[in-house]
């Protein structure tokens, strides 16, 4: 793989630290700015919907940008938004500082997939995409447990400015690795919206949403059911989320070596094998070492589908996919707002801290059959443009046919 692939995985490896770390300084940060836990999960909240918005809104303003160029200025604004919430004198700073950062978040990956997939072989695409994705992966291994034990024992803030600094590594990183790709010539902004009147690209966008969605359903929600459930202690629980996070590299790195091969029969296995770990995390979530299996599966299974889903929304796309590419990872995060929302409904009802993982496994069960709904379209596709092909021109059986006198 090529080497300019780790500087888009080092930006990934920020962008996914600042994403997830926010989760276990929620504490730290409301008592600083002296607001209550649902106050500071706005925090969570607006950074998923930055991202929905900031996904299409800034790749529609790099359609003119060579994509080299584009990635720099979006890792500086990454930068930006760090910056102000770690100086952030006030809670409306931080938030508008989260909401600047997560505007570079879709576009980064959206137009980072694009890159990868270009730097490599037809054959490589997925395998390019999977490479970039293991920074966001790690993070949730290395970048998130060390910036909550950092913000825990010295200051959250301190955090953040840590990972403004992984954001100037990764601008340096894609101005010294990235090679200058020239921006394609004919296609303009009219051309990347055309991609979404492909039903394909649609269904695969809805995948994403309900796929992840499935994941983000149990994992917001993953403190109180370990405490409370399953009996951990509240240190734990970062221990708990490295599991998840080995769960995510595995599972991106199966999907990544699997998507260009067999893209469908993955997407098959690992959303039906979500479905079903969801469904009996209720259960297993009442044992330590049962719950700690579970949740590492819940990674792996999640985070096998977004190579596929990716190169997906990249094939289907073809011709212009920068825009879809950077409209389905900000899917992703459209799942992970409505998963959690979701969850937080079956919770309020009284169903108690397990009820969400119900919540996933229907979401993921959903997906599924969007994948099966998807594939047996394209098949009555393949088939009719088969018969179109071989089929005799109009009037050429009647030529065929010698003249009778």
Do not use: C
Not at 87 to 95: I, K, Q, R, S, Y
Request: cysteine-free.
């Amino acid at each position: 793989m090529p080497l300019a692939l780790l500087a888009l995985a080092i930006g990934a490896f920020g962008i996914g630290t600042t994403e997830f770390v926010i989760m276990g300084l929620m504490p730290q940060i409301a008592d600083t700015f002296q607001v209550s836990i649902p106050t500071a999960g706005f925090l969570v909240t607006g950074y998923a919907l930055g991202v929905v918005a900031g996904a299409p809104l800034m790749t529609a303003l790099g359609t003119r940008i060579a994509r080299k160029r584009m990635l720099m200025l979006l890792m500086g604004l990454f930068i930006v938004g760090n910056v102000v919430s770690a100086l952030a004198p006030v809670f409306g700073v931080m938030l508008a500082g989260r909401i600047v950062a997560s505007l570079a978040h879709g576009a980064f990956f959206g137009i980072g997939s694009v890159v990868a997939a270009d730097l490599v072989a037809p054959e490589k695409k997925a395998g390019a995409i999977a490479t970039m994705f293991t920074g966001l992966t790690l993070a949730n291994v290395i970048g998130v447990p060390l910036g909550t034990l950092i913000g825990q024992d010295i200051g959250w803030r301190l955090t953040f400015l840590i990972v403004a600094f992984l954001g100037v590594l990764g601008l340096f990183g894609v101005a010294k690795l990235v090679p200058e790709q020239p921006r394609t010539e004919g296609v303009r902004l009219r051309h990347e919206i055309a991609a979404f009147r492909n039903v394909q690209v649609l269904l695969a966008m809805a995948m994403t949403v309900l796929g992840f969605g499935g994941v983000f359903a149990a994992i917001t929600y993953i403190s109180p059911m370990m405490t409370s459930v399953a009996g951990f202690s509240e240190s734990s629980v970062t221990w708990l989320l490295v599991l998840f996070g080995l769960g995510m590299v595995a599972g991106n790195l199966i999907g990544g070596k699997f998507a260009d091969r067999a893209l469908m029969p993955l997407l098959y296995v690992s959303l039906g094998g979500l479905a079903l770990v969801l469904a009996l995390f209720t259960v297993t979530a009442h044992h330590q070492i049962a719950a700690a299996v579970t949740i590492f599966l819940i990674g792996g299974l999640g985070f096998a589908t977004v190579p596929p889903l990716q190169k997906r929304v990249l094939d289907q796309a073809a011709g212009a996919p920068t825009l879809a590419s950077a409209v389905n990872i900000g899917a992703f995060n459209l799942g992970n707002a409505l998963s959690a929302w979701l969850g937080g409904i079956v919770i309020a009802a009284g169903l108690g801290y397990t009820a969400p993982n119900w919540v996933g496994a229907v979401l993921a069960g959903s997906a599924l059959v969007l994948a099966v709904v998807s594939s047996g379209l394209e098949r009555r596709s393949g088939s009719r443009s088969r018969i179109v092909a071989g089929a005799p021109a109009v009037g050429t059986e009647r030529a065929a046919v010698p003249a009778e006198r």
